[in-house]
């Protein structure tokens, strides 16, 4: 979704914290409000990643013409959809020093959905018919996506299908009010149709500069155990610069040290990112800058 400067959210404001941790640590840091997003102009429901990307590229051409910016020494960083936006720009470009993926996915968003919505909603208590009603209905959706539009009508048969096929018992547990049925049809937008589709792996293949790609082991958001098998092929297959992939225990898609990832917690929790992730990300752009 769109993000401010700060990527606020629950209450965090988690790209505040960094950007104040690297300034103590003498890194420059430019943040901005994605596309009609605070102070920043557009229209973010017509935008794509893809349009997301390019206006990052705009920002780079932007920050290297700042005198007080070493040029040579850019670091992209991106958390989540963030993840999938630097690789893209990083393929096509040859004047990163790195980039550090937060929670970036390495399959098409269909498989982080339906694999992010079966993990939440099991950490809520779902029951397993519950949760393979919910993943027919969101294939129906999916598919539908990639060639036609939804609307309430589609979206309350699609439920009484997947009722159906549950035991009658467990029916009842399936009732999605009007608000939950209204962001299903909220789906149908131009950026959720090409997160779908996109593959991030290809462009994590092309980038030809240092990677660090670190990952929650408690995040039910962009699952681990889906996505870093990806990364770490790809990164034994580099034969030029640093790709390290880490798998951090304890945390979840925000970063923040949990019990466990389930997103209904991270307003609950106190800390906002953690503290370990901020110094492994200032040894990385310190170390290689360094010649490390």
Not at 102 to 108: E, H, I, K, Q
Not at 203 to 220: G, Q, T, Y
Not at 254 to 260: R, T, V
């Amino acid at each position: 979704g769109p993000q401010d400067r700060d990527s606020t959210i629950f209450g965090h404001k988690s790209f505040l914290v960094i950007a104040d941790h690297f300034a103590r640590h003498g890194i420059a840091v430019l943040r901005y409000d994605e596309r009609g997003i605070g102070k920043s102009t557009g229209n973010f429901a017509e935008a794509t990643t893809e349009d997301l990307a390019a206006d990052v590229e705009d920002l780079l051409e932007w920050l290297k013409q700042d005198e007080r910016i070493d040029s040579n020494r850019l670091h992209l960083i991106g958390h989540s959809e963030g993840g999938i936006v630097a690789p893209m720009v990083a393929a096509r470009r040859d004047d990163l020093a790195s980039i550090i993926l937060l929670a970036g996915p390495t399959v098409t968003g269909a498989k982080i959905v339906l694999n992010q919505t079966r993990r939440i909603a099991a950490a809520a208590g779902a029951d397993e018919a519950v949760l393979d009603a919910q993943e027919k209905m969101m294939k129906r959706v999916i598919e539908t996506l990639d060639s036609g539009k939804l609307d309430v009508d589609f979206v309350e048969t699609v439920i009484e299908q997947a009722k159906a096929a549950m035991p009658e018992e467990k029916r009842s547990q399936f009732n999605l009010n009007d608000a939950a049925k209204a962001r299903i049809v909220a789906l149908d937008s131009p950026w959720f149709r090409f997160f779908l589709q996109h593959d991030p792996a290809p462009a994590l293949r092309d980038v030809k500069c240092h990677v660090l790609m670190i990952n929650a082991a408690e995040d039910l958001q962009v699952d681990p155990a889906l996505n870093l098998p990806i990364a770490e092929k790809i990164s034994a297959n580099r034969t030029n610069g640093h790709f390290e992939v880490l798998l951090l225990p304890g945390l979840n898609h925000l970063f923040q040290e949990c019990e466990d990832g389930s997103p209904a917690k991270y307003a609950q929790i106190e800390q906002t990112f953690s503290p370990l992730v901020l110094k492994k990300m200032v040894d990385w752009i310190t170390n290689l800058g360094d010649g490390g």
